[in-house]
């Protein structure tokens, strides 16, 4: 077949070239209305990501459109939590101000403590924060893995606790001999060398009578007329029993969780076994265990007369002990200090012959020997005393026997304060708490080391008893309030 001269001439492959015109102008018109749709969508979800992932990184989503570099950094970086890679993570560089896309910042040093801000944020440090220079100087002395552990035990939340900088303190009292020993032994962190609950800072310096390697052991006998309820007829005696059941138990959760006494070393006998017969027995068990290094605490709640208390039941004369009987069964125990706390009526009777005994004994009862007493109000004001810094009266830090029975008196003098305005008891009937230490020991003598820092959080169901708010007298208003009443 003969080709036409003119591409003109052949009409049939016009009409097919320009089909074919057509139909591929038509698929790229397609093609770019659907590449301008998906540019347009893949340009608005990396706007979208780049404004979330900004609000969510730096709370701002304008971020990554002023800084592009950083948005890069983050697409590229391996671990989205640490876009630099420095090993501190991105929320911790945002609180603390780091720059999250510069690594070179956690090489730095902001506090000038001589560590890296990475290292600080390792040991759980403010990197931005001046800590105590004794602090400081006690890390430097120690290799990574003893400060990591000093940080573990007694940094909170960046905070360094109270008992962490005594224990710098502490240590940084030793010779250079016993700090090397401390380190061989691995007790840097161990703020309790001798294992009986008051650090060694306390042992150190606070009491001469106490020494951080020599155990103070601790024990406590905590005798009430209603302890143990097993129904709720039982239960509904009378208002008074409710209240004894109450404070035995939470001077026993306290003495356990906030003093740390051992619990094993806490004996409770509420009722039916408040027996004279199962405190005897108590008796016996402590004075197997205690030696002279050793303090024991005796809580007696419960009824009493004039010369006696009431161990089991008060109608029955023949579970009433005389004072001058309990003495003797004291006697058998070999300690430090004897410490005696009694809420009973007319308890001021046993001052006389519980503070003398074979051991240095400090007692103390709620009322005076002609007075009624009642609702354990020594007890608990007493134990909770031992941590209120509101009667730290040498301000040492820690509230010493003496110091808390002051405590006591001012709250029970306000208590009593109180009953005169509100329920019109008459002024025979206001307690007048006694207090009784031959040996002088009180203010040296310590029942354990914990001091609330906020004193509103000291347990409600200890310090709290009736419906005003719960205050302290003065010294002086205590005295005058008092003394009127006792003379």
Sequence with gaps: MEPPERLEDNEELINFLNNKSRKLKRKWRILLIVAIILG??????????????????????????????????????????????????????????????????????????????LHDYQLGLDPTREYPKVFIDLLHKLSANEQKAYCNEFVKNTNLTREGLQQVEFLLSLSDDEFQQALEQGLIANNNWDGDGFSNYFDEFISNLYDPLIPNDRYAILVSDIGFCPTETYWEKHDEAIMNYTVSKDIKRWLIEKEGFPEENIIELGEPANTFENFTKAMDKIAKVSDENDIVYISLVGHGGNGFFCFENKDNPNSWRWYTRISKVLDKINCKALIITIDACYSGSAIEPLSKGKQPRIVMTQTTADRPGGNAELVRYFITGLADPDIDKDGNGFISVKEAFIGARRAIAYNEKMRMKEFRVSKEEIKIPQFADPHNLSDKIYIGDYTEPERDRIIKGLYDWYFWEDGLLSEEETDELLGKLEN
């Design 40 to 117: 347009a969508t893949v340009s608005s979800a990396i706007a979208y990501h780049a404004y979330t992932t900004g609000k969510k990184l730096k709370g701002d989503g304008s971020y990554f459109f002023h800084h592009p570099n950083d948005y890069w950094k983050y697409l590229t970086a391996k671990d989205k939590n640490d876009i630099d890679g420095d090993g501190i993570p991105n929320d911790i560089e945002e609180k603390y101000g780091l720059n999250m896309f510069y690594a070179g910042d956690a090489g730095e040093d902001w506090n000038h403590n001589g560590f890296t801000n």
